[in-house]
């Protein structure tokens, strides 16, 4: 945590000439809502300060990392189809975006487009279906620390993936959405906005990663040479209901920062699984918030850390209880190794009418290194009084007697890490009800055990 | 997250954290005695009030000093409302009273006290007979010792047991090097008002392996409006002595807010035990802001109990430094929170050494519109080896508009150290209190009873005398709260 006084611009390099320019490169066919909207989420991003280290939300984190300057807004330059080494994990995906553009497409089969199912680019809907862009993109109240950085990324936005899943209609097979970034100095806003509507069925994949960084193990000893930001952000709406499952896995270069925001709006009878892979960047924050506003409502939330070197992960998120009978179940791992660190800090509020309320908030800290640090801020704000809310955390080494027995049958302490992690992991990981996710992640989670 | 108290919850939510005092019944419990004050520092702090107390009291210069030094820290340091409660704006600092004193020598017998001074503390409820088994009372009435008896069998032992003007004045070799420096001046806000103005609390030395027999005791009151109160505590426990300290506070309800701001410090020198019991039952118009922290060095234990009834906001964190090889720091804590109340209470554990030892146990219990929140701290840093910290934090809620929150933060470096914390919040099991009534109980007995249940554990860890009186005050607390 920096001491010294703040003397960092508010704006860094997105200044109002960048802006202005981003501005003219917007189709003219683009709303003038959306171009007003743009217009004001910019000017509350210069007149918010950088957070300062009174700021509660930011408590532990690295203010010094957060520098907004010796960017620049991606644009498509050398077309980069998606990379496919990294795509193929998840399977083909249905949209990649490389650099803010969209770079390839996959058709939806036939029949789901039939039935109504929307897959598409968020620049198309602008036209298309502006009244539902209108009602759910950054519509959710911004509570967890980053209002400056979500109008950032609403100033800056791109194109992204908008999918809309009619009612009634399950979709069998994931949907997979990746973003991109490549080029020093690179920003760049992926968003992914998904309706699920009632009784609708769908799982979505958002794989972020680094284009020129992905084929090769990044060496985190390695002098940086393409610092990139990221600012990503995706909004979740499960009508009465839906079952929708998100996974994210972020895996940006080892120089990026990155930004993730996730809101989520569960409705009535509603089921919401999200799970968030953390990778990549040097510094990376993810904010994550579940609103479960009618009875019946289920929100689990999942999050899988592997910190190494001198990385840090920023997680913050609030489930917030807004009608009664409804439930949140929140289970965040980290391993940790090296320097690397990690912030947990999550909140479950209870509304004052939300009774028979069935919250959990749970954040595990593997420490594998004498250098590591986890900080947990698990928090609860409860008004109401027939509740059942528990919170835990934990940090520590694995059972002594388990890492004896590993070493006893000649396994080295790396390839023990490896083992220990993923045997953490598992708790997790087997939540998901889709065998084929369950393996790419776990696929996606080797790598960065690779020397 | 604890900045989400305010600023993530809609405000209507929230109407007692602007006036808590709204619609309680004032005069529940309300008396005070006419008192003569011999000196009056009168309302609102300046440099010249504190050179007023310190020259009432004949301080040496360096005291003087201290608190000028105090009183600059505290008025550059801003209010901590950027995590705390917005209920600390409605503190007047210019028209609070910082010192009152009637000028008396403290007594040294009972037949010593005058007559009004004991009829308080019969209305306090300690009966003339027990004091014969209080090893020592030192009774703060407003800004100085009204009483203090020190049983000639600790007195023998070589225990010092004094009020802080009075310790500092002749035992300053012994005090002077602990005072101030677990709870440095410029620590919060309050502990630097507390530096400035403090008067009256105890100073307490407990030399080389002396075993304190029976507890010794302090009870707290403010009895003017207005009225500022600061002591000061100050507890050494020499290598390998143990030793017991009660306090306990009440005061009359006012019409308008008053302060209480004390600092407590303890030192547990090698392999030393020591043990600090509050009872805290303030009256609902009481800002309670205490910083209470303790040293424990190698083998030494430090354990903090405290129980919180009254006062209209409470923030109070126990806190044990574990600056030694096998230090153990412990915080028991019960908090109570009625209509118009806010305890925002917890524990801090900073861990030091290799091998150090945490346990945190915390229940509380939200009555009506009342608020209780617990905060705290457990620091384990680097190349620490063998470090472990327990944590539990079990909350309870009566009435369906009962409100309570915990904001823990726990930091752990390197891998050879365990943390584990866990909370939850239920309310009284129906089938429990069904059973009850079936068995002939009122529902208000019955959810007394519950309570009491709920707070048993911890309860049972108390001296008598002190569950005794938990008890009756919950029940107290617990009539009128359901039906």
């Known amino acids: ?451 | 997250m604890a900045n989400s108290a305010t600023d993530t919850l809609p405000p209507a939510a929230d109407p007692a954290t602007d006036n808590p005092v709204v619609g309680i019944d004032q005069t529940k419990g309300d008396f005070s005695y006419k008192v003569d004050y011999e000196f009056d520092a009168g309302t609102g702090l300046s440099e010249k009030t504190v050179r007023y107390i310190s020259s009432v009291k004949k301080e040496a210069p360096w005291i003087l000093e201290f608190r000028l030094n105090a009183l600059k820290k505290f008025l550059s340091m801003p209010m901590p409302t950027h995590w705390a409660t917005k209920d600390l704006e409605n503190i007047h600092f210019d028209k609070i009273r910082y010192y009152l004193s009637q000028g008396q020598k403290p007594k040294r017998t009972w037949d010593e006290v005058p007559d009004d001074i004991k009829k308080t503390f019969e209305r306090l409820g300690i009966p003339e007979q027990e004091r014969k088994f209080l090893a020592g009372v030192e009774a703060q009435f407003d800004s100085e010792a009204a009483y203090s008896n020190i049983k000639d069998l600790v007195a023998k032992q070589g225990v010092i047991f004094a009020n802080s003007t009075e310790a500092l004045r002749e035992h300053p070799e012994i005090f002077r090097k602990f005072f101030g420096k677990v709870i440095p001046t410029g620590d919060n806000k309050f502990s630097a008002l507390n530096s400035a103005v403090f008067s009256g609390g105890s100073f307490i030395y407990v030399p080389k392996g002396v075993k304190v027999a029976q507890p010794l005791q302090a009870y707290f009151r403010i009895n003017a409006e207005n009225f500022g109160q600061f002591e000061r505590t100050l507890i050494i426990a020499d290598e390998g002595s143990e030793v017991v300290y009660m306090e306990g506070c009440t005061a009359p309800k006012f019409s308008t807010s008053t302060l209480h701001s004390a600092v407590v410090e303890l030192v547990a020198l090698k392999g030393a035990k020591i043990q600090y019991i509050t009872v805290q039952n303030w009256a609902n118009n009481v800002f309670n802001l205490v910083t209470k922290r303790g040293v424990a060095h190698e083998e030494a234990e430090i354990k903090w109990i405290d129980c919180n009834i009254g006062s209209r906001l409470t923030m109070k964190y126990p806190g044990v430094v574990l600056k030694g090889r096998k230090a153990r720091g412990e915080v028991l804590s019960i908090a109570l929170a009625n209509d118009g109340q806010h305890q925002d209470t917890g524990a801090k554990m900073i861990h030091a050494a290799d091998e150090t030892t945490s346990n945190i146990i915390a229940k509380s219990i939200s009555v009506g519109q009342g608020r209780s929140t617990y905060r705290g701290i457990v620091h384990i840093p680097r190349h620490l080896k063998g470090c472990k910290n327990n944590t539990e934090c079990d909350a309870l809620l009566i009435n369906s508009n009962s409100r309570t929150d915990t904001y823990p933060a726990i930091t752990v470096r390197g891998d050879k150290n365990a943390t584990q914390h866990e909370a939850s919040v239920s309310k009284v099991n129906e089938e429990m209190i069904f059973y009850m009534q079936s068995r002939g109980l009122t529902e208000g007995q019955a959810m007394s009873l519950a309570v009491n249940g709920f707070i048993n554990d911890l309860a049972r860890q108390f001296p008598m005398e002190y569950s005794v009186e938990l008890k009756r005050l919950i029940d107290l607390e617990m009539e009128g709260s359901v039906g």
């Open chain 1, 1 to 451: 945590m920096t001491t010294l006084p703040e003397t960092k611009s508010p704006i860094g390099s997105f200044t109002a000439a960048a802006f202005a320019t981003h501005l003219a490169a917007q189709p003219s066919s683009a709303p003038t809502w959306w171009l007003d909207r743009k217009r004001a989420a910019y000017e509350s991003f210069a007149a918010i300060p950088l957070p300062t280290r009174t700021n509660e939300s930011w408590r532990f984190s690295t203010l010094a990392g957060l520098t907004l300057d010796g960017f620049e807004v991606g644009t498509a330059g050398p077309s980069r189809p998606g990379s496919d080494a990294t795509t193929s994990l998840f399977g083909l995906p249905a949209l990649a975006f490389a650099n803010n553009t969209l770079a390839s497409r996959t058709a939806l089969p036939a029949d789901l487009a039939a039935k109504g199912v929307i897959v598409t680019t968020l620049s198309a809907a602008l036209n298309s279906h502006p009244d539902l862009l209108k009602a759910h993109f950054m519509a959710q109240p911004q509570k967890l620390g980053s209002e400056k950085f979500a109008a950032l990324h609403t100033a800056f936005i791109g194109d992204g993936a908008f999918i809309y899943i009619p009612r009634g209609v399950e979709v069998p097979a994931p949907i997979v959405i990746t973003h991109s970034a490549s080029g020093a100095g690179t920003a760049v806003f992926p968003h992914t906005l998904v309706i699920a509507e009632e009784n609708a069925k769908v799982t979505i994949v958002d794989h972020f990663v680094s284009a020129d960084s992905a084929s090769t193990p990044d060496n985190p000893n390695s002098k940086l040479q393409t610092p990139k930001f990221a600012l990503g952000a995706n909004d979740l709406y499960a009508a009465h209901g839906s079952a929708l499952t998100y996974v994210a896995a972020q895996n940006w270069s080892r120089d990026t920062l990155s930004f993730q925001f996730n809101s989520t709006v569960v409705r009535r009878d509603a089921c919401v699984q999200s799970l968030n892979l953390h990778l990549g960047a040097r510094q990376a924050r993810h904010e994550s918030l579940s609103q479960l506003q009618a009875p019946g409502a289920f929100s689990e939330m999942l999050a899988l850390t592997v910190a190494e070197g001198a990385q840090e992960f920023d997680q913050r998120t609030l489930q917030i209880h807004q009608a009664p009978n409804t439930k949140s179940d929140l289970l965040y791992k980290n391993a940790l190794r090296d320097t690397a660190k990690t912030i947990f800090s999550g909140l479950i509020v209870v509304d004052p009418d939300a009774q028979k309320t069935d919250a959990y908030q749970s954040n595990r800290n593997l420490m594998l290194s004498d250098d590591a640090e986890a900080c947990s801020l698990p928090g609860l704000e409860i008004q109401a009084n027939d509740v059942r809310c528990t919170h835990g955390a934990t940090s520590s080494r694995i059972d002594p007697e388990q890492e004896f027995y590993l070493q006893s049958r000649g396994i080295a302490k790396a390839d023990a890490d490896e083992l220990l992690t993923f045997g953490f992991f598992e708790e997790v990981l087997a939540r998901l009800a889709s065998e084929p996710l369950h393996d790419a992640l776990h696929e996606l989670i080797k790598t960065k055990f690779k020397k």
